[in-house]
């Protein structure tokens, strides 16, 4: 049988959000950010007051904020939905959450503790995630390259928004690769090409090389299943 644990959430911890402050946002476009004091409040919860950069807090009524940094008492949170202040004096959940961290959305079981509305809001922002995705893809920026390529597919890359992952692991033997050129004023145009997939006595992919254009380009390669 295959190995779903991986869509588990790793950690997760209820904690009373304590002493939420804005610290930063110097114009309406600008992404708010916040401290907020917290503590596990059962230590037998998933991975009890652990927490990293990247993780995830979840508010009182399900809304997720990205964990930007944290000290031994507190977290700062991004407001990447750009909803407001997260609710203070409540309790909310502290999570690396399903996939890796890939995903922001929480089991029932656990949103149900929270306020009534958490369920069904949380949702709305796993969803718009889900299909933003397309599905779940990744790009792999490059600059000023000839022949845009993947080196290696077997060991850890580095995503356009600085995520680590292993391509291999999460796409398998048999994804799909793209090439996009940056063409002006953030617009992207993709190449008709195919890329040459160098493959193992076993079958797995090794270099994925795209033939380019015949001229330096800037872009991304798109992985995704």
């Known amino acids: 049988m295959t ?15 304590q002493s939420v402050v804005q610290l930063t946002r110097e114009t309406i476009d600008d992404v708010a950010t916040f401290n907020i004091t917290v503590k596990a409040i059962d230590t037998n919860n998933i991975g009890a007051n652990e927490v990293e ?5 979840t508010d009182n009524i399900g809304t997720p ?31 690396k959450s399903a996939y890796k961290g890939y995903s922001i959305h929480l089991p029932s079981e656990l949103l149900y503790r929270l306020h009534q509305t958490a369920v069904s809001n949380n949702n709305k922002f ?17 600059n000023n390259i000839l022949m845009p390529e993947i080196a290696d597919y077997n060991v850890e ?14 796409y398998g033997q048999n ?10 004023d953030g617009k992207y145009s993709r190449l008709p ?4 997939v160098s493959r193992g006595f076993d079958g797995t992919i090794g270099r994925v090389l795209f033939s380019g254009t015949g001229e330096l380009i800037t872009g991304y390669i798109l992985i995704k299943n």
């Not at 990205?66 to 203070?88: E, H, L, N, Q, Y």
Request: charged share 20%; net charge negative; proline share 7%.
């Open 175 to 184: 994804p799909q690769f793209e090439v996009w050129q940056y063409v002006e």
């Open 65 to 95: 904020y990205k964990i930007i940094a944290f000290d031994s008492t507190s977290i700062d949170v991004s407001d990447i939905f750009r909803v407001g202040c997260p609710v203070g004096g409540k309790v909310g959940i502290v999570h």
């Open 193 to 196: 090409v195919d890329p040459q």
């Open 53 to 57: 950069i990247g993780y995830t807090f």
């Open 157 to 170: 890359l580095i995503d356009e928004d600085g995520v680590h992952f292993f391509p291999a692991e999460d």
């Open 126 to 142: 796993a969803m718009s995630i889900l299909w933003q995705n397309d599905p779940n893809g990744r790009r792999l920026p490059f």
């Open 3 to 17: 190995d779903l644990t991986k869509y588990n959430p790793l950690v997760a911890w209820f904690t009373l959000a």
